[in-house]
């Protein structure tokens, strides 16, 4: 797989399809919250045309710059790209007019299943993303015209089936064409970036995780299980189209709720980071690098801004710092704004929610953690810490969706 | 000092200020176990929400028992153990009032504390019936009680039901409608089929 880190942007491209690293707790908790606004059916198809959309780009890509040519080659080709991105392993079938999907380990059911399964009953199938993978690995491999298939996902083992099953049919499927980003578009945005505070340090990390995880892929599942957490390789334009087209459809429909919205939205980030980051600095890997973390709140937080970049976030910035106080982190571009700017222009509000989330979580994990004792993150620890609240406000003062040079996120104290 | 997260009917904070050594007061309704009020101490580990999930479930028992042993009624509990001293007692037919002191606190003090606790906080209580606490109040209680992520529960519920999330910070002004929605969204964002009222 051709993986491209871009030292101007820190963004990172598959070929030339813009991918970022995300573990299961974000992609839970994102899809969560799409389900929550739309509810089940609704959420289902968005998020499933999204990834269509999102797969057909990345898989055209990919056998375009391949010597594939047989179908059976490309379908291949796809395959081992989706499993490689640590999204599990799918078996695809298709004849003449009708096909069908079999998943195993699909990284949102099966992650679902370990993280909730004990506690929540579910209804309703978690797999749209591989279900949008089916389509497009279908159509690009069999050089069938675009939305001219639809899938419906009717075992799931979240919802306590003993596989992931789907049906794929010949059948017309809603067109929307708007579109996508890739690295061109990303990479010639205007960028007016300034160098932060602890820099050399920042650089140092993003450079040392980023030669770390070239070599990161799947395992014989299709996950990445690492750091504590299921990894993903994923499509920054599923993220992006995901959250931002339901945004557009509440701001249009019902704006009292881009209130509540935002909030998940930006706690998908929190949790993401304070897991994902917090695994990273207490895992072994880590300490092989850097040794085991010590409280000094100047190294950790240069160490998280390295991290942010070596995932494929973007350019991450410490503008100022004061230790358990006061952050003010600067992205000169970031994974979220280039869709939105494309799609929509610039808006009104900010909303790089993410972002939010992830600068939150760097304060947190800083004040509320002993990096010089044992720690163990979990979900439970997870509840602990944040029943009452996460203790640490974040306002986006700034955003590049708003036409600003940079988005800028300001978090204090509670 | 910490006061329920959720706007409550009733602020505890002005009665308990100068009692040394209370960790916390729980004011609950029977016979639903719903928090009413609640005070915890700035400086105390314990967790308000859960607690008082809890503490409806045990005045809940501790009426059964007394009523099955034929015990006169407005007895009141003591429970000691390490490092609190759990003090339960029936205000009226409606309330009971959990304190919880540090052990270091003598229990003639603490019995003393929660009478002229009590003597305060009952002519509020008098004008209060528990049908005032609707059905909107349980609901959101019993999300906040049982949600995997609390923090954010309410904002959940809100995208779910699509009221408001303002709304749920005084729900007893829910409409019945609304009340319906909630019942159905805190199903689906807990994973229940019905719910246990």
């Known amino acids: 797989m051709s993986r491209f880190c871009s030292g101007k942007t820190d963004l990172m491209y598959l070929w030339n399809t813009p991918v970022v690293y995300h573990c299961h707790h974000f992609n839970l908790f994102l899809d969560q919250t799409i389900e929550d606004t739309l509810g089940p059916q609704k959420s289902y198809e968005l998020r499933s045309n999204v990834a269509y959309r999102a797969w057909y780009q990345l898989l055209a890509d990919a056998i375009s710059n391949s010597d594939v040519s047989t179908p059976i080659e490309k379908l291949t080709l796809a395959k081992t790209i989706f499993k490689n991105m640590g999204h599990g392993k799918i078996n695809l079938f298709w004849e003449t007019n009708k096909g069908e999907a079999i998943g195993e380990f699909l990284h949102y059911g099966y992650s679902w299943k370990q993280k909730y399964g004990e506690f929540v009953k579910r209804f309703h199938p978690a797999d749209p993303v591989a279900a949008g993978f089916a389509r497009a690995a279908i159509e690009v491999s069999f050089n069938l015209p675009t939305f001219s298939l639809t899938t419906d996902e009717t075992q799931c083992i979240a919802i306590d089936s003993e596989q992931c099953y789907f049906t794929i049919d010949l059948q017309s499927s809603p067109k929307d064409e708007y579109p996508l980003v890739d690295r061109e578009y990303c990479e010639n945005l205007e960028m007016l970036y300034r160098p932060g505070k602890y820099e050399e340090k920042v650089r140092e990390v993003a450079k040392a995780l980023k030669e770390f995880t070239a070599g990161v892929k799947g395992d014989e599942r299709g996950l990445v299980e690492a750091f504590g957490v299921y990894v993903t390789m994923h499509l920054s334009n599923y993220y992006n189209g995901i959250t931002y087209e339901t945004l557009k459809y509440l701001e249009e429909n019902k704006p009292f709720l881009t209130k509540p919205f935002a909030n998940l939205a930006k706690e998908s980030g929190h949790v993401c980071v304070f897991n994902t980051f917090g695994g990273i600095l207490t895992s072994a890997e880590w300490e092989s690098l850097y040794g085991k973390p010590s409280n000094d709140p100047e190294l950790l937080i240069s160490y998280l801004t390295g991290i942010a970049r070596a995932l494929g976030f973007g350019k991450w910035v410490i503008k100022d710092f004061e230790p358990n106080k006061l952050l003010v982190l600067r992205t000169y571009i970031n994974y979220e704004a280039p869709y939105y700017l494309a799609r929509f222009g610039h808006c009104k509000e900010p909303n790089n929610f993410f972002v939010r989330g992830a600068s939150q979580a760097f304060m947190v994990l800083i004040d509320k953690l002993d990096w010089e004792s044992e720690i163990t993150l979990n979900d439970e620890l997870y509840r602990k810490l944040f029943k009452e609240g996460i203790g640490w406000k974040v306002e986006e003062t700034k955003s590049i969706c708003t036409g600003s040079a940079y988005t800028e996120v300001v978090v204090t104290r509670e | ?197």
């Not at chain 2, 006061?3 to 916390?24: C, E, H, N, T």
Request: charged share 25%; net charge neutral.
């Open chain 2, 1 to 197: 000092m910490k006061d329920s997260a959720v706007s409550l009917p009733f602020s505890m904070r002005r009665y308990v200020k100068d009692i040394d050594g209370l960790q916390a007061v729980f004011v609950l309704t029977f016979p639903d176990g719903n928090l009413y009020s609640s005070w915890t101490s700035p400086h105390s580990s314990i967790d308000t929400e859960s607690t008082a999930g809890y503490l409806g479930d045990l005045i809940r028992a501790n009426r059964k028992v007394i009523k099955q042993l034929d015990i006169p009624e407005n007895v009141q509990i003591t429970i000691e153990s390490q490092p609190f001293v759990l003090l339960v007692k029936e205000i009226n037919k409606y309330f009971d009032i959990v304190t919880i002191f540090n052990r270091s606190v003598s229990l003639g003090i603490m019995r003393m504390e929660l009478k002229n606790l009590i003597e305060q906080i009952e002519p509020h209580l008098k004008t209060v019936t528990p049908s005032a606490l609707n059905e909107g109040v349980k609901l959101i209680n019993f999300l906040k009680r049982y949600s995997i992520d609390t923090h954010v529960a309410l904002d959940r519920l809100s995208l779910v039901t699509g009221i408001d999330v303002s709304k749920f910070h005084n729900p007893m002004g829910l409409t019945e409608e609304e009340i319906e929605k909630v019942r159905e969204g805190v199903k689906y964002i807990l994973g229940l089929q019905k719910l246990p009222f």
